[in-house]
C-alpha cells in the first residue's frame, strides 16, 4: 500500500473520483459473490482442512489452511468483504458530504491511502 497527495484538487473532480472509485468497489463485490458461490457449490470441495493461527499483538492476526475448503474460502471472503465494506462507507460518507461542495469552485488538499482519500483539507480561498 502506498500514500499520495493531490495538493490542489477541485472538489467537483474529487467528488467525480469518489463516485468512480464506489462503482468500482460495488463491482468489486459483485465479482466476490460470483465467486463465492461458485465455491459453495463445488462438489469436489471438503468442508474443512487443518488450521494455523498466528496470534501478532496488536494486529489482524494470520490464518494459514493446509489445504482448500469451505471454511478456507468463506473465512477469506468473509475478511474480504469487511475491508470492502469499511471502504464503501468511506466513499458513502464522501459522496454525501462533497456532494453539498460540488458547484462552489472549491479546492481542496487530499491525503490517500492507496487510492481511498484519507485526509481532505478544504482550501476556502486561493490566497
Known amino acids: 500500500m502506498s500514500s499520495?497527495?493531490?495538493v490542489n484538487i477541485s472538489i467537483d473532480e474529487l467528488y467525480r473520483r469518489v463516485l468512480?472509485?464506489?462503482?468500482?468497489?460495488?463491482?468489486?463485490?459483485?465479482?466476490?459473490l460470483a465467486v463465492y458461490d461458485k465455491v459453495n457449490s463445488a462438489d469436489n470441495l471438503?468442508?474443512?482442512?487443518?488450521?494455523?493461527?498466528?496470534?501478532?499483538p496488536n494486529s489482524f492476526?494470520?490464518?494459514?489452511?493446509?489445504?482448500p475448503s469451505r471454511r478456507a474460502y468463506q473465512e477469506l471472503f468473509?475478511?474480504?468483504l469487511l475491508f470492502l465494506k469499511l471502504e464503501y462507507a468511506i466513499y458513502e460518507t464522501l459522496e454525501s458530504r462533497l456532494g453539498k461542495l460540488?458547484?462552489?469552485?472549491?479546492?481542496?488538499?487530499?491525503?490517500?491511502?492507496?487510492?481511498?482519500?484519507?485526509?481532505?483539507?478544504?482550501?476556502?480561498?486561493?490566497?
Open 4 to 6: 499520495s497527495v493531490d
Open 20 to 32: 468512480e472509485n464506489k462503482r468500482r468497489l460495488i463491482g468489486y463485490v459483485e465479482n466476490l
Open 46 to 56: 471438503p468442508e474443512n482442512s487443518e488450521r494455523i493461527v498466528i496470534d501478532i
Open 61 to 67: 492476526p494470520i490464518i494459514l489452511y493446509k489445504s
Open 78 to 80: 468473509s475478511k474480504a
Open 102 to 127: 460540488k458547484g462552489y469552485d472549491l479546492r481542496a488538499m487530499v491525503r490517500y491511502f492507496s487510492d481511498v482519500p484519507t485526509t481532505i483539507v478544504i482550501m476556502l480561498s486561493n490566497e
